[in-house]
């Protein structure tokens, strides 16, 4: 199996150590992060959605344009939207990045930040708009001809797009689909659409047990071979495993700091997660500080489970071991971002990287060496 790495990109520098200070976009920012991602060696960058944010969509765009390899990962939450108008955007876009798109669909797990921009279904309601939401946009990319749809949240009559993806999956007009959401309902929509099933940083036996979910639920619509497995971490690495932990401690610290003035942290400690994804981070933290050999759970702890929170620590050469036991498991994409965005992407394409796709390559050529059509020839 092959390995992919997705960084990220946002508006303006800022973490769980780094409180958000100027510009709410800075241009110069969006360029210099986007373009260290690519001179790095990451394949992607994910531009995230958030209720209060700056547009994902313009942002995605910007960092198109500033770069020529690296491809997007775009957020995108159904429902504020209409898919006919999603589809033909999403397909725009990935002309404009001449094929580097990729849309990362999130229902939405809390009822509050839905409801900031005018959504008031409830949880499964939001994952049921979702499938048809994507029966509608992949029809719109696919169909050839004008087609009329009439479902329970959406009437289409005579739809047709001008515009098609330049991206094509079996010959037929396609972005890639990621897919976000742990609960029961969630697991039905990833099945039936995911190209790629997004999990946050669980311990091994958690994400084994998620894979085998997703290709139960993906079984009944033949997709249980097709759908592809990501995993985002916050690695921590530094050149002696006792400095990685000793940064590790440092960077909870100020975390400390910064959400304890934060809002939006503070809001969420108010209140467990509704969530499934929060809820499984935090039901892991319960279990240890630190799970498997290097999985650090302090920051999930610490912020609510408020995303991608959970940390490999050690040297490079051990937070790659970690990265390739996980691969072992099905998972072949990490999106991977650091407390100090730029300066980590950078010492992660430089340290970390490098090593995990070498060992992916080692074994991906041992395995081919010892194929019976290698062994004949």
């Known amino acids: 199996?092959?390995?992919?790495?997705?960084?990220?990109?946002?508006?303006?520098e800022a973490s769980e150590i780094i409180a958000p200070s100027g510009p709410v976009i800075d241009k110069s920012w969006i360029s210099t992060v986007a373009k260290a991602h690519e001179r790095a060696g990451f394949d992607r960058a994910l531009v995230a959605y958030g209720s209060s944010s700056p547009d994902a969509f313009q942002i995605a765009a910007y960092a198109a344009h500033e770069t020529r390899t690296l491809k997007l990962l775009l957020a995108h939450r159904p429902g504020f939207v209409f898919p006919t108008l999603a589809a033909r955007q999403l397909a725009s876009l990935d002309h404009f990045s001449e094929g580097r798109l990729t849309v990362h669909i999130i229902s939405g797990g809390s009822d509050a930040e839905q409801q900031r921009d005018g959504d008031?279904?409830?949880h499964d309601q939001r994952y049921d708009r979702t499938d048809e939401y994507l029966d509608v946009v992949k029809r719109t990319w696919t169909s050839t001809?004008?087609?009329?749809h009439e479902g329970a949240h959406y009437r289409v009559k005579d739809n047709f797009a001008g515009i098609k993806p330049l991206q094509t999956r079996d010959g037929l007009p396609h972005v890639p689909v990621f897919f976000g959401g742990s609960s029961e309902a969630a697991?039905?929509?990833?099945?039936?659409h995911a190209d790629v099933y997004a999990l946050w940083g669980e311990p091994l036996d958690q994400v084994r047990e998620a894979i085998a979910s997703v290709r139960a639920a993906a079984l009944p619509h033949g997709r249980d071979k097709q759908v592809g497995f990501s995993l985002s971490l916050r690695p921590i690495i530094a050149a002696t495993e006792e400095a990685a932990w000793a940064k590790a401690h440092r960077i909870l610290e100020r975390a400390r700091s910064v959400v304890a003035q934060s809002p939006r942290y503070q809001q969420r400690l108010g209140a467990a997660p509704q969530n499934v994804g929060s809820q499984r981070l935090l039901q892991a933290a319960s279990r240890g500080k630190v799970l498997d050999a290097r999985l650090w759970t302090e920051l999930s702890a610490l912020t609510g489970a408020?995303?991608?929170?959970?940390?490999l620590v050690g040297t490079p050469e051990q937070v790659?071991?970690?990265l390739l036991a996980y691969h072992d498991l099905g998972v072949t994409t990490f999106l991977i971002r650091g407390?100090?965005?730029l300066l980590d992407a950078i010492d992660y394409g430089r340290e970390l990287i490098p090593l995990v796709r070498a060992e992916v390559a080692r074994r991906e050529a041992q395995v081919r060496d010892a194929s019976p059509a290698a062994i004949a020839a």
């Open 1 to 12: 199996m092959s390995v992919e790495f997705i960084g990220y990109v946002a508006s303006r």
């Open 120 to 122: 008031y279904l409830d």
């Open 145 to 148: 001809q004008p087609f009329d």
């Open 187 to 192: 697991l039905r929509v990833a099945g039936k």
């Open 306 to 311: 408020a995303g991608n929170s959970t940390s």
């Open 320 to 322: 790659a071991e970690s």
């Open 339 to 341: 407390f100090e965005p």
